[in-house]
């Protein structure tokens, strides 16, 4: 490169760097547009329903009262928290001038109606059509999104806001946490699988013994035990399947594998935990379930079913005794 090329080299890189402080969304000082909430509405209206797509995939949050629940899962709770969090997010968006104007550039950033990373639609109690429509498109950085109301051609970059914020599986919006006890508080367990069936009782040196399904002198793996124990006392869902009572057949009439828990809730209360697994989900490697009282069934995750569905009583005894079990 000669003189006269490192000069023209330095000159545009010194008119790159002026363009970047005078026209970034996110350049503070006089220098940058003044902010503008993207969403006003939110500040007059609480939302009843959100709408999300995203790909091939879609899901409805609906609110009755104070209670968020997801339509495409028979009405299972929603986490109230998460989509609390999400609208917060959504009012606080601000933004500046605009990186373009013309519709032309919009399939290109991905906030079409056709052409979009997720698409959120907001509803108030009427329902008929949606307040607030908008295209989350495009990151041309980290943290950063391109944004655009339905009803505009302006596109925006924001901060704070990406489709990992809005993702349209019903996952994602639920408390995971089917069970969440402590083990130490766990007074009984069985359990019937293809196996066999057996029961565990807690003694009084916090220890447990096999009071049925095997050998009267087969003597547990204290270990073993403990860790088993406390693996079910955490099980988590993988998704909500829909109501147990809505006519969908999930081979809980005739379970594959049950297992209940007794345990010593506050001030010394026993509350029993009964859990069905019932058919295969999503080619073998999930499975249904429904805990008893439960209006919904549930979708547990290979390792959680298998946690049930593959124990054998010699799985907690002690060396010499396997083969007893």
Known sequence: MNRTQSILALLLGVQLLLLLVLWS???SGSAASATTVLLPELESFAPT?????????SLVLGRKEQTWSIGEAGGYPADGAKVQKLLDELEQLEVRRPVVSSARYHEALRVTSEQHERKLRLF?????SPR???YVGTSPNYGINHVRRSDRDEVYEVKGLSPWDMRPEASSWIETRLLDLEPDR????????GHGAF??????DGGFTLVAGGSANAELDRAAVDSFVSSLTSLRLSEPAGRADGGADYGLAAPAGRVELVYEAEQG????F???LGAEAEGGEKRYARVAGSEFAVILGKWDADRVLDKKVSDLLVAKDKNKG
């Open 25 to 27: 969304p996110f350049t």
């Open 49 to 57: 329903k959100i709408e999300i797509e995203g790909g091939d995939e």
């Open 124 to 128: 108030d109690a009427d329902g008929t």
């Open 132 to 134: 607030v429509e908008l």
């Open 186 to 193: 766990v007074r009984s367990l069985s359990l019937s699988n």
């Open 199 to 204: 029961e565990l009782r807690r003694g009084d």
């Open 269 to 272: 209360a026993s509350k029993t």
């Open 274 to 276: 009964d859990l069905a």
